[in-house]
């Protein structure tokens, strides 16, 4: 089935490593996101890619890193987790800025 | 930008009861209004959108109205079932030109037995 495919599910992390939660998608849209969401905060934007080989920031991109080498891949890399980003992660996906987005599962991760 | 209120924060009916849902936005340039529905331990899911063309748009028991006027959009949800119960995510964008989509904060919707 065509959508987009996060790993890990899920993961423990031990403050101060370096993680990179991976994105694939098989939709060939251009832009790709990454969001967290956090009780009664709703979805915030970490940082965006419009197309491949582009990159922005989004509303809380401080402690995250990405990259967009291809039009299918979009992971986002925590340099030194600190336990505020405990948090679930979405990464998604619109076949054009602006226009529908689609979630994957996304990515609980705790770090402690 | 574009900024998006939800309300309320949490929203409790009786099964069969109608269930409304607002959102107002900021930006009166945005064109498109989706709307998400996230069960429990899942992933956000577009389950109905708006574009500032039309006024309102049905799909079976869900309804969405949008006031350009007013820059404010609801959900209406119709003869509510215990399945319904969801947090449910407005947003708002101007599409084309680079925009994101901008959420609202969500709303808890418990439809009670």
């Known amino acids: 089935i065509a959508g987009i495919t996060q790993a890990p599910t899920s993961q423990i992390l031990a403050a101060g490593r370096r993680m990179t939660l991976r994105c694939t998608q098989d939709?060939?849209?251009?832009?790709m996101y990454w969001y967290r969401q956090d009780l009664g905060l709703g979805l915030r934007l970490i940082h965006y890619?419009?197309?491949?080989?582009?990159?922005g920031k989004g509303e809380v991109p401080d402690g995250y890193s990405v990259s967009r080498a291809n039009t299918d891949d979009f992971p986002l890399t925590l340099a030194s987790a600190v336990p505020s980003q405990t948090s679930v992660y979405f990464c998604?996906?619109?076949?054009?800025?602006?226009?529908?987005?689609?979630f994957g599962e996304g990515s609980w991760l705790t770090v402690v | 930008g574009e900024n998006v209120e939800q309300h309320p924060s949490t929203l409790s009916v009786q099964e069969g009861d109608s269930a409304v849902i607002k959102c107002t936005y900021s930006?009166?340039?945005?064109?498109?209004f989706p709307w998400y529905k996230q069960e429990l331990g899942k992933r956000p899911q577009l389950i109905i959108d708006?574009?500032?063309?039309?006024g309102e748009k049905k799909d079976q028991r869900i309804a969405v109205t949008l006031n350009k006027t007013a820059k404010h959009f609801s959900l209406h949800i119709t003869e509510t079932q215990p399945e319904d119960s969801a947090v449910y995510f407005c947003?708002?964008?101007?599409?084309?030109?680079?925009?994101?989509?901008?959420f609202g904060t969500g709303t808890q919707l418990k439809v009670e037995l």
């Open positions: 998604a996906s619109s076949d054009y800025p602006g226009s529908t987005i689609y």
């Open positions: 939709m060939r849209h251009n832009a």
């Open positions: 890619s419009n197309t491949a080989g582009t990159t």
């Open positions: 930006d009166s340039a945005s064109n498109y």
């Open positions: 708006i574009r500032s063309n039309v």
């Open positions: 947003a708002a964008t101007l599409t084309g030109g680079g925009n994101k989509l901008t």
